[in-house]
């Protein structure tokens, strides 16, 4: 998880730059309310720490969107931003990034998740997303601290 840390800096400053006509291309995020286009569907499952869905956190990503599963609470997300472009416009490989709690059309919110992290099918990873004296909800902070969390295991 370590090389995913600073990534709201670089991010930040990517957009930045691209506002300023520095890139040629920018970051960009689009306004998902469900993941049913084809190219998330190898996605779909739930997801635990070490694949174990009988205990912790737990999220489920189906065509119908995300849900979090954490202490008891479910919660279903209406609308969450993809970051179609994240890692760059060449990038081919298969992780990508959504921002599952927004704030606002300019804030992406305190938590990253990394689907496919690190290139690993099945896997999700759930980084801190905070500015300077920001600080995480018990929920947030849950999922990151659960992380990384792993395809459940068929029974």
Do not use: W
């Not at 720490?49 to 995300?66: E, H, I, Q, T, W």
Request: aromatic share 10%; with cysteine; glycine share 10%.
């Amino acid at each position: 998880m370590a090389g995913l840390r600073g990534r709201r800096k670089a991010l930040i400053g990517i957009v930045a730059a691209a506002s300023a006509g520095l890139l040629s291309s920018s970051v960009s995020a689009v306004t998902l309310t469900d993941l049913s286009a084809e190219q998330f569907a190898s996605t779909y499952g739930e997801y635990a720490p070490n694949g174990d869905c009988s205990r912790g956190a737990m999220v489920s990503l189906y065509r119908s969107g995300l849900t979090f599963h954490v202490g008891g609470v479910d919660r279903h997300e209406a609308a969450f931003e993809y970051a179609t472009t994240f890692f760059g416009p060449d990038y081919e490989g298969i992780a990508f990034v959504l921002f599952p709690f927004p704030i606002s059309a300019d804030e992406p919110g305190h938590v990253l998740m990394y689907v496919n992290a690190e290139e690993v099918p099945g896997q999700l990873m759930f980084e801190e997303n905070l500015g300077p004296g920001e600080s995480f909800t018990p929920f947030e902070a849950e999922l990151v601290r659960s992380s990384p969390l792993m395809l459940c295991k068929s029974d």
